[in-house]
Structures are given as structure tokens and as C-alpha cells.
């Protein structure tokens, strides 16, 4: 018979606090194993005039009629438009202005040591670029990428591919068009619901409006409204917690998200109203799986949105673990949990 020794008991582990951010490559990257995928929707209301340009110019005596003396109409900027030639705004447009609204709000001396962001200029690339060298000859991952920051990690880098996707967004309804008698001065078109305005360009050295240099451009009015998806995966609670947080920053009368050109005229001024958040994960992938197969549809347009109490959850705990990872400086590589796997 074995001698019985005197058991030992296993020191209990420490309690794990919630880590503000989590660093590790199975979780933050958006390729890989499949943790969850989401999709935000929500309306964007312009607030004042929007241009978003496509590099062309045209000319409409119905719109900016023929000066006296002159013999053709001005030419004027056009704004972008979708296949039936109706403004929209790019996924990249919405993508880059919240970025780089993020980046200067979180690259201050205040954020410093957080690695929340960096700014995006010649010496960031050139970290990046070591990051990569150093990558390829000691092959730790995990070490290369505690070194990206988070604003990196969703948007993109040159080590990276982000996790937010930004889906372009067409002008949902034409605004009303201006009451009768007003068209013709505003140069309002019924098919692209647009007007176009008209400015002087200001000489720097006198600070006064330049000679010949009026000029027109085509701009969707206030009162449009586009309705923009933002599609992200594997994104962490933190992750939810920033693009919100961005998107809140169209409401800001101090520093706030504006879109396309004439911004410091107060051009590009908008409004954002989440309407649903929709999410596929590992509670619900097999039904979801099941129904595309059924039903012949694939993508993520069929998910159903949370419900207001699901939403409601979701969002404080979006809100608390983004001010943790304010409140933190991000650890140092560490060992956590593999995420959980998606397995057909």
C-alpha cells in the first residue's frame, strides 16, 4: 500500500483585475480566430453645408447662371456621387476624419505612456518600420504588437490590418427643397438634392477677399441625413468604447468631428444618433449559420439588433472599460486566456 503523503493545497491565484486593454494577438487582431464580429448603425444629419469633393467641375447655367458680359456660366466643384448620381460619404472619408480627430485628442502630453495613440507622422513610420525588422528577426509576435498603439490596432498600420470597416453611406433622403423663388439663387437641384455656394477666396498678404477669384461649390445642404454601418471584428469592450466615443465627437461644440472641406468655416458640421448595434458571436453563430444556409442569404444584414436592455448593458460596460483604459497605462506583454474559437 502507497504511503499516503500529506496533501498539498494549491495556493489560491491572486483575483485578476480587469485589464483596461488587452495586448495579446489572439484577441486584438482582426484576422485569426473569430471572437465576434459587430455592426453599428446609426444616422449622420448635416448641420451645415457638406462638400465632399470629386476633383471635378462643371458647368449649369440652370444653377450658377451667365455673369452679365459673359458668354458661359462659372464653373463650379461638384460634390461626390454613388451610380445614381447621388451624394454619398465614403466609408474612407468617415474612417480618416475619426481617426484623426482620435489621434489629436489622444497623442496630447496628457495620454502620454498610455499607448492609446501616436502621431502620424515620419517618425511614427519609422518605429513602425523597426517594430517590423525587429518582428522578423526574433519572430515575438506578442512583443511587436504591445508596442502598437491602440487607435493602430483599429484603424490600421503599416504592421496591421485594422478591425473597423467603414461601409460608404449614400444620402439617404434629398432635404425639402427651398421655398420658390430661392431655387434659382441657390442653385438647388431636385435629382441631387444639392445647392451650391458661392465664396471669394482671401489674399494672405492682406487678408482682404482677392480680385477675380470668386468661386463655386456644390455642397449637400443641412438637414441630409446618410445612413453609416461600422462593421468591426474581434473588438473588446475598450475597442466599442473608442468608436463610440469618436462617434460622439460629431456632438462636440469645443473640438468637434467635421467631414470634407471648408471645415474651419464651419462647413461639415453633423449630427449622429446610434439606431441599432448588432452582434455575432459564439452564442448565436450556430442559429445564424443555419438560417443563411436555409434561406440562401450570407453576410450580416440578417443579425438581429439587441434589444434596449441588451443595448443599454453594452454600452455601460463599453463606457467603464473605455475610461479604465484611460485611466491605465497598458501592461507589458502578458499571458491571458486564448479566445474562444468558432467552429462550424
Request: charged share 25%; proline share 7%; with cysteine.
Amino acid at each position: 500500500m502507497a504511503k499516503k503523503g500529506k496533501s498539498k493545497k494549491n495556493p489560491a491565484k491572486p483575483k485578476r483585475e480587469p485589464k483596461p486593454y488587452n495586448v495579446t494577438a489572439a484577441t486584438r487582431l482582426k484576422g485569426g480566430k473569430l471572437k465576434n464580429r459587430y455592426k453599428i448603425v446609426g444616422k449622420l444629419t448635416t448641420l451645415s453645408p457638406l462638400h465632399i469633393g470629386d476633383g471635378l467641375r462643371q458647368r449649369d447655367e440652370n444653377r450658377v447662371p451667365i455673369p452679365r458680359g459673359e458668354t458661359q456660366a462659372p464653373e463650379f466643384s461638384t460634390v461626390a456621387t454613388d451610380y445614381k448620381g447621388v451624394p454619398y460619404l465614403p466609408g474612407s472619408t468617415l474612417k480618416g476624419n475619426l481617426r484623426n480627430w482620435l489621434t489629436q485628442l489622444f497623442s496630447a502630453d496628457a495620454f502620454k505612456g498610455r499607448n492609446i495613440a501616436a502621431a502620424n507622422n515620419g517618425a511614427r513610420a519609422t518605429d513602425l518600420q523597426r517594430i517590423y525588422e525587429d518582428l522578423k528577426a526574433r519572430n515575438n509576435i506578442d512583443d511587436a504588437y504591445a508596442q502598437i498603439n491602440a487607435i493602430e490596432f483599429l484603424f490600421g498600420s503599416a504592421l496591421n490590418e485594422g478591425k473597423l470597416e467603414f461601409w460608404d453611406a449614400p444620402m439617404d433622403t434629398p432635404p425639402p427643397a427651398p421655398e420658390t423663388g430661392a431655387t434659382a439663387f441657390c442653385g438647388y437641384s431636385v435629382r441631387r438634392g444639392t445647392t451650391i455656394v458661392t465664396s471669394v477666396a482671401i489674399d494672405p498678404e492682406t487678408g482682404t477677399a482677392a480680385k477675380n477669384k470668386l468661386y463655386n461649390i456644390e455642397v449637400v445642404p443641412p438637414g441630409a441625413t446618410f445612413t453609416i454601418t461600422i462593421s468591426g471584428q474581434n473588438l473588446g469592450p475598450a475597442d466599442l468604447g473608442m468608436v463610440l466615443f469618436a462617434l460622439n465627437g460629431f456632438k462636440s461644440t469645443i473640438f468637434p468631428v467635421t467631414l470634407g472641406a471648408m471645415g474651419g468655416v464651419g462647413f461639415g458640421r453633423c449630427a449622429f444618433q446610434l439606431t441599432s448595434l448588432h452582434l455575432l458571436d459564439e452564442k448565436n453563430f450556430d442559429a445564424w449559420l443555419k438560417d443563411a444556409v436555409a434561406n440562401d442569404h450570407a453576410g450580416y444584414t440578417k443579425l438581429e439588433a439587441l434589444s434596449k436592455a441588451e443595448l443599454d448593458r453594452e454600452l455601460n460596460d463599453f463606457k467603464d472599460r473605455f475610461k479604465q483604459m484611460l485611466a491605465s497605462p497598458i501592461p507589458t506583454p502578458q499571458t491571458d486566456e486564448p479566445a474562444e474559437e468558432i467552429t462550424t
